[in-house]
């Protein structure tokens, strides 16, 4: 049985929270090139979407396993250190515990990890998305796992006939409950198209019970109180055989859908797919961009990867991207481009409305 294991964190920005600075992919590479050497990596790959560093990580040490949430732990740490020395932006933004516990869940950094047996061929798709929240997972993964019309293995494939179940968090209540697809698809729908409070955590093919998608929602958790975490997810998909194919995986990102995040984690903005090296999200610290890295696994090995939406057939999301921002931002500080006031990462209510104690009179 192999684990991936994709571990992100914020530890600074350049310039401002729009990129990633070289230095901190370089000391993240220094220490996974020594782990794997240590034999506690089977492989690995660096690399970053916007101002969020991603550590993609094989190994043998199973989910959840401390030895590699402490590995990811002190590779944040030590791109602090850099990032501090550069004074970049918000060093060390998402280490928001002092010391480590054992598990990175829930200090900070986000997590999704599978554990499985590596078949004939293993395509796997990491999504790693900047200036939004997890609830940004379920549209897509409806679309790649539920619905005909992006996926038509679900009508035409014999292994894949029999449908996917989907595992649900609500994140304000702090628990799950999973749903069988397309059976209860109008109930799922209920919750799942309320993503800032119910986000798909798994997806899991039927009646097999094989993983077939991971996504991140730790920081939701962490701040579950005020369920507000723009955590800049990551989402980890198996492709082909009885999974979705590759291109109905990406298929759902052609259409920039409406998310929360973008500029101070209050507001609506469409989610761009770009490549790699154009996840520099600047327009009004934006828009939110989704980026996707595939590999082909062997015995482990991350063969790849390949910039999965450097790819013109993307540009049409592009551009349909730029026009809803430009519709969105002439809206101002006005919802529905600005998120609703529980929703905010940022706000000054409790502020304003002390100073206005007084003033209210009744109507
Ligand atoms: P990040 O969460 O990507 O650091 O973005 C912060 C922000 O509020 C940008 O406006
Ligand atoms: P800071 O300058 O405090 O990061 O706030 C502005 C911003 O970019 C939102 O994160
Ligand atoms: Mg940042
Ligand atoms: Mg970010």
């Known amino acids: 049985m192999i684990t991936l294991s994709v571990i992100k964190a914020d530890i600074g920005g350049y310039v401002g929270h729009s990129s990633m600075h070289p230095d901190l992919i370089a000391r993240a590479q220094e220490y996974m090139e020594k782990a794997k050497g240590q034999g506690l990596l089977v492989d690995f790959h660096v690399t970053r979407c916007g101002d969020d560093l991603q550590l993609i990580m094989t190994h043998e040490q199973g989910e959840g396993s401390e030895r590699i ?22 060093a060390g ?42 609830g940004a997972w379920n549209m897509p993964l409806y679309k790649m796992f539920a619905d ?26 702090h628990r799950k409950v999973v749903f069988n697809a397309p059976e209860e698809i109008y109930d799922m729908l209920v919750l799942i198209g309320a993503p800032s409070r119910y986000a798909v955590k798994c997806v899991r093919h039927r009646p ?8 991140s929602t730790d920081k939701l958790y962490k701040m579950a109180g005020r369920y507000v975490g723009k955590d800049d997810p990551v989402l980890i998909v198996r492709s082909q055989g009885e999974f979705p194919a ?30 790699i090296s154009e996840s520099n999200p ?21 063969i790849g990867p390949r910039d999965m939406f450097d ?22 500080p006005f919802e529905p481009h600005r998120l609703p006031l529980e929703e905010m990462e940022y706000t000054t209510m409790p502020q304003v409305m002390k100073k206005l104690e007084g003033r209210f009179s009744p109507l």
């Not at 002092?98 to 004939?120: L, T």
């Not at 052609?254 to 903005?269: D, L, Y």
């Open 69 to 90: 949430h402490k590995l990811a732990w002190d590779i944040f740490l030590a791109c602090t250190d850099v990032a501090k020395k550069l004074k970049l932006h918000g």
């Open 93 to 134: 933004q998402d280490m928001l515990s002092d010391a480590f516990s054992g598990n990175i869940k829930g200090m900070g950094p986000g997590v999704a990890e599978m554990q499985f047996e590596e078949r004939g061929s293993e395509p796997v798709l990491v999504f790693m998305a900047d200036k939004t929240s997890s």
């Open 148 to 173: 005909p019309f992006n996926t038509i293995g679900l009508v035409i494939a014999e292994n894949m006939h029999s449908g996917f179940s989907f595992e649900v968090h609500d994140v304000k209540e």
């Open 208 to 215: 097999s019970g094989e993983i077939a998608a991971v996504s």
């Open 246 to 275: 590759v291109g109905e995986v990406l298929e759902p990102f052609a259409m920039p859908q409406m998310v929360q995040g973008w500029m101070r984690g209050s507001h609506h903005g469409p989610l761009m797919p770009c490549s």
């Open 282 to 302: 600047t327009r009004f610290d934006g828009p939110p961009r989704v980026v996707c890295a595939g590999f082909q696994l062997v015995g482990g090995k991350l």
């Open 311 to 332: 790819d013109p057939s993307f540009d049409e999301a592009w551009h349909q991207a730029n026009l809803a921002a430009e519709y969105l931002r002439r809206h101002g």
